[in-house]
């Protein structure tokens, strides 16, 4: 029962590092999302992926890639980390997009010093 | 852009009480749906009501839906310590779903 399970837990990342946070789900769901959580803002989508193949962005995809690998994994790229990306990442996945609920790993709380 | 948004931001009450969270949102939805967030974790879902729908129940919750007004309320009875957690409105736009900025609960001993 894993869920959506997403690593690492905690980084922290000095200016103009790069990273890769993963994502993966075991519920056979087509769509995965990358959202950000800053205090204050709600969550905030970055990409998504509405099927295995497809890649879109969200609300605030500037700074960040994404990759779909397969049907369970998508991954979340910072290639130049900068300080205006300290923040929660959260990973979720739905049946579809749009009228199923999602389903939402715990998070990976990232520093950029 | 928010599309949801939570009143109260905040709200303290005490155990056994009822809590009441609103959401107002701007543009014509199809669903609107309600997730739970306990500090350091995901957000979990909660229920989903359709448009067509008034009014759902899921154990102590009660969501109604006034699509006229583009407003919905989550009502939790008879309240415990575990339900303290932030509470968050999402509405669908544009094949994704836009969440408000959520209330935060408190429930006192």
């Known amino acids: 029962n894993a869920g959506v399970t997403q690593t690492p837990k905690f980084q922290v990342l000095k200016t103009g590092q790069s990273m890769t946070l993963q994502c993966a789900q075991d519920?056979?769901?087509?769509?995965m999302y990358w959202y950000r959580q800053d205090p204050g803002m709600g969550l905030r989508l970055i990409y998504y992926?509405?099927?295995?193949?497809?890649?879109d962005k969200g609300e605030v995809p500037n700074g960040y890639n994404v990759s779909r690998l397969n049907k369970r994994e998508f991954s979340l790229r910072l290639e130049s980390a900068a300080p205006s990306q300290t923040s929660v990442y959260f990973c979720?996945?739905?049946?579809?997009?749009?009228?199923?609920?999602?389903?939402f790993g715990d998070g990976t709380r990232l520093s950029i010093l | 852009s928010q599309q949801g948004e939570e009143d109260p931001q905040a709200l303290s009450i005490q155990e056994g009480e009822n809590a009441t969270m609103n959401c107002s949102y701007k543009?014509?939805?199809?669903?609107l749906q309600w997730y739970r967030q306990n500090s350091g974790r995901g957000l979990v879902h909660l229920i989903l009501?359709?448009?067509?729908?008034r009014e759902k129940h899921s154990g102590r919750l009660r969501v109604t839906l006034d699509t006229s007004k583009k407003s919905s309320s989550l009502l939790i009875t008879a309240s415990r310590a575990a339900d303290t957690a932030s509470y968050f409105c999402a509405t669908d736009r544009d094949d994704k779903i836009i969440f408000g900025k959520g209330t935060r609960l408190h429930i006192l001993p």
């Open positions: 543009t014509s939805i199809n669903n």
């Open positions: 009501i359709r448009s067509n729908e």
């Open positions: 519920m056979n769901h087509n769509s």
């Open positions: 992926s509405a099927s295995e193949g497809t890649t």
């Open positions: 979720a996945s739905s049946g579809r997009t749009g009228n199923q609920p999602q389903h």
